[in-house]
């Protein structure tokens, strides 16, 4: 299987957080090395591949958001526009001029706009344009015509096809956290040439752009020895100092900080330098906006460590990356879990 390729048709589809179906069917059928694969209540897919290794197998659990930001419909106006609001942290200043498709009883094409620059007062010139004065035009002119197929309420999405800049970088939307999805598929890729002794749970997470929903519920339900949250992490780009970014096609980030297990760290580490494998050092003072933190706290708590895949433009629909960057990311994971056992994982309960 073509994991880029899949990545592409993940990217693609429309699964905004709390209605990720339509990115879910695809990643339950697509991952063709899992064991087992089923679904919770709260929506998270969970991926079993079963380890070598005897009765009271260590388990391992991978963890990346499926869900992306998005808009919802809040009121449809007389004159058949569509106001809106953002489901997630949405770039407003994106937003004017994109082509969305609205997910009403069928699915409308839109365009955003706003009132045009030259009859803008010399004040509103100089500022991005407000989330209340942005609307939807899906080419209907009265109230009712809209109403037949659209309701305060439904979703829309940014309509955006993957982009191939040079190399091997693309641009596309939802790659937040996609991109992470990909590298857990990379890596039980990789795990079916190597023996590992753990069970390997890779779960694409709901609503992890609402409040890290998805992971809280799967973890509980799982109750790993060990965690592994992948995302995605600002990108070296022009207007963020070095010291805050993560250089692309260097390999993924390896978080330290209150969220990490530090032995968890060091044999991730030591794995990059073993084989060779590009990261960089992540240094992640404040935790708490990626599925690491929600798997770190649940129940009794679990040692965890956050990898990152360098992402440009985040939160906005032409987010940039590295393919090469997700293959190593699942990559080292896959070799990382390969050098796991008992032994490690029951050292993990002290520092």
């Keep these: 299987m073509d994991v880029k390729q899949f ?91 994109q082509e969305v498709i609205v997910h009403g009883k069928a699915q409308l094409t839109g365009i955003i706009g706003a009132k045009p620059p030259h009859v803008q007062t010399q004040g509103e010139q100089n500022q991005a344009v407000k989330l209340e004065d942005l609307f939807i035009d899906v080419g209907y002119d009265t109230v009712g015509q809209v109403q037949e197929l659209v309701r305060i309420g439904d979703l829309a999405t940014i309509k955006r096809e993957v982009v191939d800049l040079q190399g091997s970088l693309m641009a596309g939307k939802a790659f937040d956290d996609r991109a992470g999805v990909a590298a857990i598929f990379e890596c039980f890729k990789v795990l079916t040439e190597l023996k590992h002794e753990a069970d390997v749970y890779g779960v694409a997470t709901v609503q992890e ?16 020895d060990l965690g592994i949250a992948i995302d995605v992490g600002f990108g070296d780009q022009p207007g963020l100092p070095e010291s805050d970014t993560i250089k692309l096609s260097q390999g993924p980030g390896v978080a330290i900080g209150p969220h990490v297990h530090p032995k968890v760290y060091e044999r991730m580490v030591e794995t990059a330098k073993e084989w060779n494998i590009n990261y960089s050092v992540d240094p992640s003072p404040s935790p708490g906006g990626t599925d690491a933190y929600a798997i770190q706290v649940t129940r009794a708590g679990v040692a965890t460590i956050l990898l990152s895949i360098p992402l440009r433009y985040m939160h906005t629909p032409i987010e940039t990356l590295d393919y090469e960057d997700v293959k190593r990311t699942g990559k080292l994971m896959a070799l990382f879990i390969a050098g796991l056992d008992n032994e490690f994982v029951e050292g993990l309960t002290c520092f």
């Design 209 to 224: 752009e609402v409040g890290l929903r998805g992971a809280v519920t799967s973890t509980y339900g799982i109750v790993p």
């Design 7 to 97: 990545f592409r048709t993940l990217s693609e589809a429309s699964g905004i957080s709390g209605y990720e179906q339509e990115v879910a069917e695809p990643i339950k059928e697509a991952c063709l090395w899992a064991d087992e694969i089923r679904t919770d209540k709260l929506g998270n897919v969970i991926m079993l591949k079963k380890g070598q290794g005897a009765k009271g197998r260590p388990k391992i659990m991978l963890a990346a958001h499926m869900d992306e930001i998005g808009l919802i419909i809040t009121k449809i106006e007389k004159d058949g526009f569509l106001r809106f609001s953002t489901v997630g942290g949405f770039d407003q200043r994106v937003l004017l001029g």
